[in-house]
């Protein structure tokens, strides 16, 4: 069976393979992400792309969530999802009065039944949302884009990422962006 391949909130950035979707200008489907239910079949994806695009998205906490549930219902098990967004401490993040949501690989963690069990066990206070909107979303992957300002307190350093965090919870723009690679569990 062929499956879909779906870059969501694409923009002017459209994937060759795959279907194209936005709310705005010229994409291959015309959708706003925030209508519920996405106008795809259950299990019918087996990648997504959201590339800059769900920091913009959930304003409220159940749209939010409503997203997540339709990218597990549309998904087959074992798909891939690649989330891309700025990172929260960045201009990037502050200069755009359309962001409205920080995204953490932390996070989306909370999204995992395992990582839910795993804090249950341990008594963690953490909200086990996979568990609340029975979904399972597991974080498989994440890389951390240094901003320019990294490069101009280390200029002649590789990236050391745990300096690189440590450094990020003291000063801003760092840390540029997250991207995340995620897996569906069905």
């Keep these: 069976m062929s499956y879909l391949k779906l870059n969501l909130g694409c923009g002017n950035n459209k994937c060759d393979g795959f279907l194209n979707v936005d709310k705005f200008g010229e994409p291959d489907i015309k959708w706003d992400l925030e209508k519920f239910p996405w106008p795809w079949e259950d299990n019918s994806v087996d990648e997504i792309r959201i590339i800059h695009v769900l920091e913009h998205l959930g304003k409220d906490t159940e749209t939010y969530f409503n997203i997540f549930k339709e990218i597990y219902r549309i998904s087959v098990d074992k798909a891939l999802l690649y989330i891309v967004v700025p990172h929260f401490r960045h201009d990037f993040f502050f200069n755009d009065p359309t962001h409205i949501r920080v995204v953490t ?72 962006e997250f991207q995340m690679k995620l897996k569906i569990k069905k």
């Design 105 to 176: 690989p932390e996070s989306l963690r909370l999204f995992s039944k395992t990582f839910n069990y795993e804090c249950e066990k341990k008594r963690f206070s953490n909200s086990p949302l996979g568990l609340y909107l029975n979904i399972d979303i597991e974080l498989i992957g994440t890389n951390i884009k240094p901003g320019e300002a990294w490069f101009k307190m280390y200029p002649n350093k590789e990236v050391n990422v745990s300096l690189l965090l440590e450094k990020s919870k003291i000063y801003n723009n760092l840390i540029e």
